[in-house]
């Protein structure tokens, strides 16, 4: 009788062996077997707050824990601290960056957390964008980058979970390859260093195509929305 019981039970864990259940319960951010463990689940929201080119909101802060940062450093700052604290930082996430380029740093890198560099070839890592509401936004870096710029859907929820103005400024001076707008302070508020007299590209919140991030340009004197997404480990 006890030998049937012990028989039994070796079934049933060979059975969840069979099925990875667990390896998911070992890995819960993980899917497929221990081989495979499927798309890396990142996160990709809209700033809630709309800086001036210098990504400062009238000389001030952006956040209490980003105090004296200013440019690529106080945006990324800014991403990182409400993807904490709005509970966006899953287990395959190493950091959020904020969607800039500049004049000696495009997407294509920073999203590899690769800093000072320009058109790097994307890893062989398989990885999935979700917005706040679990709407898949991106379902790879070619997505991003190489499918003429279109996302799967937009890209207007907040880090609060409201939608950003429709058709407002993002700065980015990110073109739809994921490379810089150009090396000139007038691309990209000097590496988004200026409020004053320069201007930076921009893209659109809710454009079609690439245009979401890359469609016009604007003043630095202006404010406007930037994007954060999280970059795998």
């Known amino acids: 009788m006890k030998y049937a019981a012990y028989l039994g039970l070796a079934l049933v864990l060979g059975a969840c062996n069979n099925l990875n259940l667990l390896d998911k319960l070992e890995n819960p951010g993980a899917s497929g077997d221990s081989g495979n463990k499927g798309p890396i689940k990142l996160y990709a929201f809209v700033s809630s707050v709309t800086p001036q ?11 209490p824990n980003c105090a004296g940062q200013t440019a690529f450093a106080a945006a990324d700052c800014y991403c ?15 950091r959020f960056v904020a969607w800039l380029s500049g004049s000696s740093v495009d997407m294509t890198c920073r999203i590899q957390d690769i800093p ?15 917005n706040k509401q679990e709407q898949l936004i991106a379902d790879s870096y070619t997505r991003l980058f ?10 207007v929820i907040t880090d ?6 429709n058709g407002a400024n ?35 919140i809710n454009g079609a195509g690439s ?17 954060c997404f999280g970059i795998p480990n």
């Open 53 to 63: 080119g210098d990504m400062k909101i009238s000389g001030a802060d952006m956040h």
């Open 170 to 204: 993002v700065w980015s001076s990110t073109q739809g390859n994921g490379l810089t707008s150009g090396t000139l302070a007038a691309n990209h508020c000097q590496d988004w260093t200026l409020n004053t007299s320069q201007t930076a590209a921009t893209g659109s």
């Open 211 to 227: 245009t979401w991030s890359a469609l016009a340009s604007a003043s630095c004197t202006v404010t406007a929305y930037f994007y």
């Open 146 to 155: 190489t499918i003429g710029g279109a996302l799967i859907n937009p890209l």
């Open 80 to 94: 990182q601290n409400r993807a904490i604290e709005t509970g966006l930082m899953t287990p395959g996430t190493k």
């Open 116 to 130: 000072a560099a320009q058109a790097c070839a994307f890893p062989a890592k398989d990885v999935n964008w979700y």
């Open 160 to 165: 609060t979970g409201g939608a950003a103005t």
